[in-house]
């Protein structure tokens, strides 16, 4: 079961891993496209995710837009598994997360 999320104020939730230091330090823990002090996690469209702002793309176009605009913080080696595995599995969708310091 998910613990409640609570907010200390708009900015800041309050997290507790057990490691005091990162707890005070980051900002937000969550999933789909997150860019916080602590926290980084990106959504990846399926292959066969073909519409966006109501223009139709090839498949795989999507995708490789969202791999290749994460910029340094996924290294290029999970970049090359990510597009062969979803090639192969056109229907999967990725959500990936880091902490950071």
Known sequence: MRKKIVWKNPNKMIFESGYLSYDNYVDCISNGNT????WTSMYVRSW?????????????YLTKW??????????NNIKVFILAFAEANPTVSFCWARMST
Not at 35 to 38: E, I, P, Q, T
Not at 48 to 60: D, L, Q, S, W
Not at 66 to 75: H, Q, R
């Open 35 to 38: 860019l916080a002090r602590g």
């Open 48 to 60: 066969n995710t073909t519409e966006c702002n109501g223009k139709v793309n090839p498949p795989g």
């Open 66 to 75: 969202d791999v290749n605009n994460t910029g340094s913080s996924l290294p």
